[in-house]
Nanobody, 113 residues
Framework: QVQLVESGGGLVQPGGSLRLSCAAS????????MGWYRQAPGKQREWVAI???????NYKDSVKGRFTISRDNAKNTVYLQMNSLKAEDTAVYYC???????WGQGTQVTVSS
């Protein structure tokens, strides 16, 4: 059974940085496409970034140049480095494989002064 555990969220001021982690068990991250998603209050969950088995990445337009998705195969973990954070980045962030498995609990990111 696949289990995904997100961590690294918190409260940060606009312009600040956070690095989110997604530890996976029950599946090997380097063998599947994995994505980061987020859900803001009152909005639908949206994808933010993906990384393929070959290491190719793609990003939602609004985070290009600010967010970086990466993978540590030895730790079976995927990361999301978030720089130059904005208030509109405030959301609960989730990771998941594509096709999706069960969702984890997510990690809250709040960008506020």
């Amino acid at each position: 059974q696949v289990q995904l555990v997100e961590s690294g969220g918190g409260l940060v001021q606009p312009g600040g940085s956070l690095r989110l982690s997604c530890a996976a068990s029950g599946s090997i991250v380097r063998t599947r496409v994995m994505g980061w998603y987020r859900q803001a209050p009152g909005k639908q969950r949206e994808w933010v970034a993906i990384i393929t088995q070959g290491g190719n990445t793609n990003y939602k337009d609004s985070v290009k140049g600010r967010f970086t998705i990466s993978r540590d195969n030895a730790k079976n973990t995927v990361y999301l480095q978030m720089n130059s954070l904005k208030a509109e980045d405030t959301a609960v962030y989730y990771c998941n494989f594509i096709p999706q498995d069960s969702w984890g609990q997510g990690t809250q990111v709040t960008v506020s002064s």
